[in-house]
């Protein structure tokens, strides 16, 4: 794995570690103001990925040819949309409702950091659209060729 790899790998992990210590805390402070099963959700995805993201980063995994590999990478994918639209109503919840127990620096960040994803996501899955919409008019016009 290139160096530049890992660092954005390492980058994921450290994120992940804020968003678990969020989830973390909440609990341990006993926060009810959030909803149970996106807590329990984001939890255990966040702490998949960071177990992930140390794999790649040691070298554990360096190709996903196996057409398992391949299924569960899929699964993973699709399960991160997920977490992280949870990951933003769970914040945007605490946010509205002015939740005492929620706020601190670490859900700031993680309600702007689901927030920026989101869009992210929001974009890209609007440009596969428009390109699979329109591949025969883009293709006239050698754009995005």
Same mark, same amino acid.
């Not at 992990?13 to 909440?26: A, C």
């Not at 980063?57 to 569960?72: A, E, N, Q, R, T």
């Given at each position: 794995m290139?160096?530049?790899?890992?660092?954005?790998? %390492?980058?994921?992990?450290? +994120?992940? $570690? =804020?968003?678990?210590?969020?989830?973390? &805390?909440?609990?341990?402070?006993?926060?009810?103001?959030?909803?149970k099963y996106k807590k329990d959700f984001i939890k255990y995805y966040? %702490?998949?990925?960071?177990? +992930?993201? $140390? =794999?790649?980063?040691?070298?554990?995994? &360096?190709?996903?040819?196996?057409?398992?590999?391949?299924?569960?990478?899929?699964?993973?994918s699709v399960l991160g949309l997920v977490n992280i639209y949870l990951l933003f109503r769970l914040t945007q919840n605490l946010?509205?409702?002015k939740c005492t127990c929620s706020d601190t620096p670490d859900r700031t960040f993680v309600y702007y950091y689901s927030m920026v994803v989101m869009s992210v996501y929001v974009i890209l899955i609007t440009i596969l659209l428009f390109k699979s919409l329109f591949r025969k008019e883009m293709e006239q016009f050698k754009v995005f060729s």
């Open positions: 290139s160096d530049l790899k890992k660092i954005v790998m %390492l980058i994921v992990v450290l +994120i992940n $570690i =804020i968003i678990f210590n969020f989830i973390y &805390k909440l609990e341990k402070n006993k926060c009810d103001c959030g909803n966040t %702490l998949l990925t960071i177990f +992930i993201g $140390i =794999i790649f980063i040691s070298g554990g995994l &360096k190709v996903l040819s196996h057409p398992m590999l391949k299924l569960l990478s899929t699964i993973y946010v509205i409702k």
